[in-house]
């Protein structure tokens, strides 16, 4: 097996499909140096075959061998031997997985650097502050990401060098302070490790591969990967390369480019640069930058060369690229190039923009799947409900909507104040990849120094976060800051607007965002995409929730909890009189004042709906939910005491519950024992389609009966529904358009699928209970500790409540598909849990063969988009 790979290696395929292989970074570098002959500065892959065979048995046996090999004709391409006295070449190690993971992993720059060699660079450039510089920061990310020193002991002694010699920027410290620094710095390493600085570039460069290769299961790129349902087998490949240097003197500078606007989609070259100054110095925030536009004064025929590469580059790609860029001594060098990280206000307009462009004319079809979950839920962000506020500081907008919540200054306080149950704005100088954890849980995030393309602003625009970086006027000290004479304390409220830039003390009331006009263009595509093929319904139990769910394209309700109905001030009383009933003259008026209730609601359902199908599930959970909990009432018992009608709830609360409730009586379980109250429910129903109809209405009504197990069950409740039924229709003259099926929501429902299809013209699968009683989870305690450690060791790779567990849950959902169609062909199937909103469920139900998918009304848009790449993504599986 090959591990490595140069840059110019001809492969049988574009390199840029090789990301497999090569890793995202190594793909497009290897992409630009063989195929678009850019200005690359030569180099090497190793592979992520090397990664996975170094994390299941440690280093590869032929990869020093490889490795050598590939430094050896590197040395003579670029005529200098790592580390050598007189003219040495250095080389950056860089992390650079299949898919991007901005700052999880770790890279090291300017390796080669030792003793001797450095004083060789000093004599090479004439500049003695330039070599002893680039040593010094060689010594620090050595130290911290391969030998795993704190930072902050280079940062301290960094800044007493600069204090030593009386100045600001790092770019004014003295040869001879950064000679002594240099000396203190591998005193610390030293001090340690109980070594000396490894001075022997063969044993630097070995260290810098394994600790990338380490880090791909470092905690913060495990936490990304979770966020981002990244699995965890991937591996990163690692990219060694010579360097280039934008530090050397003013003529050099080094930068971030974008083809077009990542956060609005408009046309035009945007990002940051810097003269005189290493990529991490852009990334990392540690300097305000200058916008690229400003790069026409400083570099006039760089910058109009960097142009002429932007169009290449995205008309080669057919897609907005992002790039990274070096200059040194007026030459211009590319870094890396990719498919550029964007807004869903971007993704929006490029994608139906490209379909309209001749230089890379796309279909409608690539556009929707160019289109993710988390563009939607962006440009559904909320806003500023007003505009004239009180701004206490003001820096660039990084990454679109408003949040709002408390100021906590480490990511660590911020998390937990989270699980606290408050909403946190996450206050840095400026993020790094530990802050991850506290960046997940924020509402919003702001920083004090960096750029548009720092790591916050970065980060945040990949998730959707409301960010604002680079806002000078802000001064962090320990647990507060100032700006513009005003203070704030940890736990003070804020508002952040991540799209003007602006900050506000104290808690703005927002808006919902209004979507942009591609919004509903690519959505229709996407209907047009799926359309026979897998419908998007809506989980929905008011008439509200059903005229929202119906606006933002659902085409039914695939769920009505009718339990919901019953909680409301006016309904709880008679749920609980009807509980409390010692007499069947008492049961039976409570249940007819709610089949009234019930009627009215139903009936504003069908309305919204009219014409489309509403599954109404028939009350599910246990009775003892609608009662007072009987450990506070055991308090007040002991306390204060309990009145008469409290006396007489506890009684019946205790006869009520149950050790395990969640497999206890509910669902049809409560028909068995209480048959009137589903009979109740479906009068109810039936009255409210029958007053539809009367005002020429189309109602479609499907009734479902919950937790069937057994084919003799199902049996059972579709005579009470079917005499329910008959009852309520007695008289009325045209027929209504009703079925009745069952949610499957244990495995034994779906063992049995066939004997249930006999009685039932649909089955929904409720894959909440299924997972949870697949796993044996209790969905409502396992998202603490347990999960966290299940998916921190890799013993799950992901939470199976978000994602559909197609091991285990998906199994038994393809089993009760076959099993239900062999028994009657013609069953209608779908899916109403949780799942039915998640993407990547989304694409395993169409490939299961459901027919339509139900989720929440505001995920709705996320169904129809994902239900159309599952249709166009079976599709080019079938053809390849």
Not at 71 to 85: F, I, N, P, R, T
């Amino acid at each position: 097996m090959t591990y490595v790979y140069a840059f110019d290696h001809k492969h049988k395929k574009p390199p840029m499909s090789l990301k497999d292989l090569l890793g995202g970074k190594g793909a497009n570098l290897a992409e630009m140096t063989s195929v678009l002959g850019l200005p690359v500065p030569p180099g090497f892959t190793i592979s992520t075959d090397a990664c996975r065979d170094y994390m299941r048995g440690g280093w590869p046996r032929d990869l020093d061998k490889e490795v050598a090999k590939q430094v050896s004709k590197l040395e003579k391409a670029m005529g200098k031997q790592l580390g050598d006295a007189a003219d040495p070449l250095l080389v950056s190690v860089r992390s650079g997985a299949k898919f991007s993971m901005p700052g999880m992993m770790d890279t090291v720059l300017n390796l080669g650097l030792n003793d001797d060699s450095v004083e060789g660079l000093a004599k090479q450039t004439s500049n003695e502050r330039f070599a002893y510089d680039s040593y010094r920061r060689f010594i620090a990310m050595y130290g911290r990401i391969v030998l795993g020193l704190e930072g902050e002991q280079f940062e301290r002694l960094l800044e007493s060098a600069k204090e030593w010699d009386g100045v600001k920027a790092d770019a004014d410290i003295t040869p001879d302070t950064l000679r002594r620094l240099c000396e203190r710095y591998k005193a610390i390493v030293a001090s340690h490790t109980g070594k000396a600085f490894p001075q022997a570039p063969q044993d630097q460069l070995r260290g810098a591969i394994e600790a990338v290769f380490s880090s791909w299961n470092g905690p913060r790129a495990i936490a990304y990967r979770n966020q981002e349902k990244i699995s965890h087998d991937l591996g990163t490949a690692v990219n060694v390369q010579a360097m280039v240097f934008g530090n050397r003197d003013d003529n050099s500078g080094t930068g971030v480019g974008f083809t077009r606007d990542p956060a609005t989609g408009a046309a035009g070259a945007y990002g940051d640069f810097l003269v005189n100054a290493q990529g991490e110095d852009v990334v990392a925030g540690i300097r305000n930058t200058e916008p690229l536009s400003a790069l026409e004064a400083r570099f006039p025929k760089i910058y109009k060369e960097l142009l002429a590469i932007f169009e290449r580059l995205e008309r080669h790609y057919r897609d907005m690229c992002d790039t990274e860029f070096t200059i040194e001594q007026g030459k211009l060098w590319m870094l890396q190039t990719r498919v550029g990280k964007r807004t869903g206000v971007a993704a929006l307009r490029m994608a139906v923009e490209m379909t309209k462009g001749r230089k890379w004319k796309i279909s409608k079809e690539e556009a929707i799947q160019r289109v993710t979950a988390e563009h939607l839920d962006q440009v559904l962000h909320p806003q500023f409900a007003v505009t004239n506020l009180p701004v206490i500081a003001k820096g660039l907008g990084a990454s679109p909507g408003a949040g709002v919540g408390r100021a906590y200054f480490t990511a660590d306080a911020a998390a937990e104040a989270a699980e606290r149950g408050e909403k946190v704005v996450l206050v840095r100088s400026e993020t790094s990849p530990e802050d991850v954890h506290g960046m997940i849980v924020a509402e919003g995030i702001l920083t004090a120094r960096g750029g548009l393309v720092s790591h916050a602003a970065v980060v945040a625009r990949g998730w959707g976060k409301p960010a604002v970086v680079g806002a000078e006027a802000i001064r962090i000290s320990g647990k507060s800051f100032t700006a513009g004479g005003t203070t704030v304390l940890e736990g003070d409220a804020i508002s952040v607007n991540g799209t003007t830039g602006e900050v506000v003390l104290g808690e703005v009331e927002l808006l919902a965002a209004k979507p942009p006009p591609e919004f509903d263009v690519v959505l229709d595509w996407a209907d047009e995409v799926r359309k026979g093929k897998l419908a998007v319904r809506a989980n929905a139990d008011t008439g509200a929730d059903a005229t929202n769910a119906r606006s933002f394209g659902a085409e039914g309700i695939g769920l009505c909890r009718t339990e919901h109905m019953f909680l409301g001030e006016d309904r709880l009383p008679v749920v609980r009189r009807m509980i409390l009933a010692d007499t069947p003259a008492d049961e039976s008026a409570a249940l007819e004042e709610l089949r009234q209730v019930q009627k009215a609601d139903f009936e504003e359902i069908l309305e919204a709906m009219d014409g489309l199908p509403v599954t109404v599930r028939l009350l599910d959970p246990p009775l003892h939910e609608f009662l007072p909990r009987t450990d506070e009432l055991m308090v007040k018992e002991a306390t204060t005491g309990l009145t008469a009608d409290e006396r007489r709830l506890y009684e019946v609360a205790q006869s009520w519950e149950e050790a395990n409730p969640m497999l206890g009586t509910r669902g049809v379980r409560l028909g068995v024992i209480k048959p009137g109250l589903y009979a109740m429910q479906v009068r109810a129903l039936m009255e409210a389609a029958a007053e539809r109809v009367k005002k020429r209405g189309k109602p479609v009504v499907e009734v479902m009966i919950p937790l069937t197990v057994s084919g003799p069950e199902m049996a059972a409740a579709r005579g009470w529904v079917e005499g329910a039924i008959a009852e309520a229709t007695a008289g009325v003259k045209k027929p209504i358009d009703v079925t009745i099926g069952t949610m499957i929501e244990t495995p034994r429902g779906a063992l049995r699928a066939d004997d249930i299809a006999e009685h039932a013209e649909f089955f929904s699968f409720g894959t909440n209970d299924l997972t949870q009683m697949t796993f044996g989870f209790s969905r409502d305690d396992v998202e603490g500790r347990m999960m966290t450690a299940y998916l921190e060791q890799g013993l799950l790779k992901r939470n199976p409540f978000d994602t559909l567990d197609q091991a285990g849950v998906g199994e038994l959902v393809e089993m009760a598909v076959s099993r239900g169609r062999q028994a009657k062909p013609g069953i209608k199937l779908g899916v109403c849990g949780e799942h039915g909103g998640d993407p990547e469920s989304i694409d395993f139900f169409y490939r299961a063969g459901l027919d339509y998918v139900s989720c929440s009304p505001f995920r709705v848009p996320i169904a129809r988009l994902a239900a159309a790449q599952a249709v166009l993504g079976a599709g080019s599986e079938s053809t390849a």
